[in-house]
């Protein structure tokens, strides 16, 4: 009897042990996912921030843009002269050096007889 006592008592030390090995685990896990979920949560700030960032100055790159329709497209054309000549006409109060960039915009619908913007 004091055999088998013995065996359930180094029974229970070793199921004991073991139980407290899972639960140290355990508490390790739940450390490390509430950390994570502290930082995913930062991390979603930090994009929601950027890109609300990143929209004002797209927005800010816009207010010096001007889109003009209706003029005609060439196979080699070069658009800085288009807009250039444009600018002569209109007697407008740009010089040349004050375009940064020109392009044309692709249609919303491709059966418009309409050339691109």
Do not use: C, W
């Not at 088998?4 to 229970?12: D, G, M, T």
């Amino acid at each position: 009897m004091l055999g088998e006592i013995k065996e359930l008592r180094e029974s229970l030390t070793f199921f004991n042990r073991q139980y407290e090995d899972l639960k140290l685990a355990l508490d390790e896990r739940n450390t490390l996912v509430d950390n994570l979920r502290r930082d995913n949560d930062k991390l979603n700030l930090a994009v929601d921030k950027l890109t609300h960032r990143l929209h004002l100055v797209e927005q800010n790159m816009r207010d010096s843009n001007i889109e003009i329709n209706g003029i005609p497209e060439h196979r080699h054309e070069n658009l800085n002269n288009v807009v250039e000549e444009l600018i002569k006409t209109v007697d407008a109060p740009v010089s040349a050096e004050e375009i940064i960039h020109v392009t044309r915009v692709s249609k919303l619908s491709k059966d418009s007889k309409r050339p691109r913007v």
